[in-house]
């Protein structure tokens, strides 16, 4: 019978090929072996958290996966807090954690003397922490900051991006740490200056990679080979992290053999981590947003809270503008109102940039899932269609100017699209968040201001020029107020008039806006 029944169909062509020949030999060369049971030589699967956190020296740089609460790695995170005489860390992560959970643990502890990160939120403990001089925090674009940990561990130095030019990123005007007192004291380290250059007629800045000696990082399901699987928007950060420092602890809710997870499934392979732990402490969240049983009647309906509601009405006449099929990021807020005055027959992509795209209405008590999160830290479901990803592909969506349209809320916008919405110098720090990456690339994606047209005090907060640290300069296409529409000239650096509510003059505009506008020879009415 000879061996041509034995081979593979391209090697019984090739044997056929030589058979003619008085001798050849075979070759067969084995790429891998079949690693047994509990005999590989690197073993990753640690008995306790405790024992894998070890390592962690004082003065380290600790990278921690999550967003708000979902797949934050509180397991390892409690157990580095039983190490007291662990001290001067510096945390690495979007936000800090909520009441006593997440990264709060380890400033409270006393072991935290720095925080990079993107958003404080209503973190109400370290915004007052950082107020009063008592730590050290840098704030970083959500974007740039998953990237700056990203290009680390590809080996990339530096990099060049649009988010935070001609802001106070870029100049440096951020504290990251207040003298011994607090704000009213002055300044003890000043913000980083960055590098700015040009490409292609646009203003780009330098920013440095993050590289950190240890990483806790959540995953789903981890393998004995160290490979990763996470669940739904838990990825976020985790998936950089990951590939960054030069320890990398994974808490996993489930352990599982080699060859347990199919190769196509793994999100972070072996090669990145260095130990790997069982996930023991509960799963924290944020709020659990939920929505009525199917079918349950009572509560007014939208058209109706229109009347009564100055932000529902903002919401629908931003509705207005989005068009059947259009990839869309809304800000909190008001924009969150949005999608509940969509015209007839509209369908959006709703982005969220915690890792969403095709993201869904909140949840039914008995749809809730911890891993699935909108990126005000709600529960909410996926439409059919939909898809989850890390905070890399996120930010790179809304970078690369692929969204349709971004709707946020505002503290200021001036007459030329420069906006202002995340800090008050020494009164309010929330932090940067999204809002600078989603204002980064406006000759793509549509950025449309939804907001009350005066402040709380009554004064205006359409200006000619920003009091307040800019978020972006020359983004803003479009603002709508409760009052009016106006078309922004960004390259002119002018706004015009293009609607006005029922019921309102243009003179009332013009009293409560604080600067000059042209009105349309078309002037509508919203």
């Known amino acids: 019978m000879g061996l041509a029944p034995f081979l593979p169909t391209h090697s019984t062509r090739i044997f056929r090929r030589c058979q003619d020949l008085t001798s050849f030999r075979l070759y067969i060369r084995h790429y891998a072996t079949q690693p047994e049971s509990g005999a590989l030589q690197r073993k990753k699967v640690w008995t306790s958290a405790d024992a894998a956190v070890q390592d962690v020296k004082s003065g380290d740089i600790v990278l921690s996966g999550g967003f708000g609460l979902c797949g934050t790695p509180e397991t390892l995170i409690t157990a580095l807090s039983r190490r007291t005489g662990v001290h001067g860390l510096t945390a690495v992560s979007n936000n800090a954690g909520s009441s006593d959970l997440g990264l709060v643990k380890l400033m409270k502890s006393g072991q935290l003397d720095k925080l990079i990160i993107s958003y404080l939120g209503g973190n109400k403990y370290l915004e007052r922490m950082y107020l009063d001089g008592k730590m050290s925090l840098e704030l970083v674009p959500q974007g740039t900051l998953v990237e700056r940990m990203r290009a680390h ?124 732990v069982q996930a023991t402490e509960p799963k924290g969240f944020d709020i659990i947003a939920t929505a009525p049983p199917p079918g349950t009647t009572g509560g007014p ?118 906006i202002a919405n995340f800090m008050i110098p020494g009164k309010l720090v929330k932090g940067i968040g999204g809002a600078m990456d989603l204002v980064s690339n406006p000759d793509k994606t549509k950025v449309i201001v939804a907001m009350e047209h005066c402040a709380k005090d009554g004064g205006p907060k359409i200006m000619q020029e920003c009091s307040l640290p800019l978020t972006g300069a020359r983004a803003v296409s479009q603002i709508i107020t409760e009052l009016a529409v106006f078309d922004v000239d960004r390259s002119g650096g002018n706004l015009t008039l293009a609607e006005v509510a029922k019921g309102v003059t243009v003179e009332e505009v013009q009293a409560k806006t604080a600067c000059d506008f042209k009105v349309s020879d078309n002037l509508g009415q919203m």
Request: hydrophobic fraction near 40%; avoid cysteine.
């Open 153 to 276: 561990g590809a080996g990339i130095p530096a990099f060049f991006t649009p988010t935070g030019a001609s802001t106070t990123v870029e100049t440096g005007g951020i504290p990251i740490r207040f003298k011994a007192g607090g704000f009213k004291e002055g300044i003890l380290i000043p913000g980083n200056k960055k590098e700015y250059r040009d490409f292609n007629g646009k203003r780009h800045i330098m920013e440095p990679a993050i590289a950190g000696d240890v990483a806790f990082i959540h995953a789903w399901k981890a393998d004995e080979a160290g490979n990763l699987m996470f669940r739904h928007v838990a990825n976020n950060y985790n998936n950089a992290m990951a590939r960054n420092a030069q320890l990398v602890i994974a808490e996993a809710e489930e352990i599982v053999p080699i060859g347990s997870l199919p190769p196509n499934a793994v999100h972070v392979p072996g090669i990145f981590v260095d130990r790997v």
């Open 301 to 418: 309906s939208p058209e109706e809270l229109l009347e009564k509601s100055t932000r529902r009405r903002i919401a629908k006449r931003a509705a207005q503008e989005l068009r059947d099929g259009f990839y869309v990021n809304l800000g909190v807020g008001i924009p969150t109102l949005v999608t509940e005055y969509l015209r007839p027959g509209i369908k959006i992509w709703l982005q969220s940039e915690n890792g969403i795209l095709g993201m869904g209405p909140f949840p039914t008590e008995d749809q809730v899932d911890l891993d699935i999160t909108n990126a005000g830290k709600e529960t909410v479901t996926l439409l059919p269609g939909a898809s989850v990803f890390d905070s890399t592909d996120s930010f790179g969506m809304i970078r690369g100017g692929h969204m349709d349209v971004a709707i946020l809320g505002a503290m200021q916008v001036s007459q030329a699209g420069d």
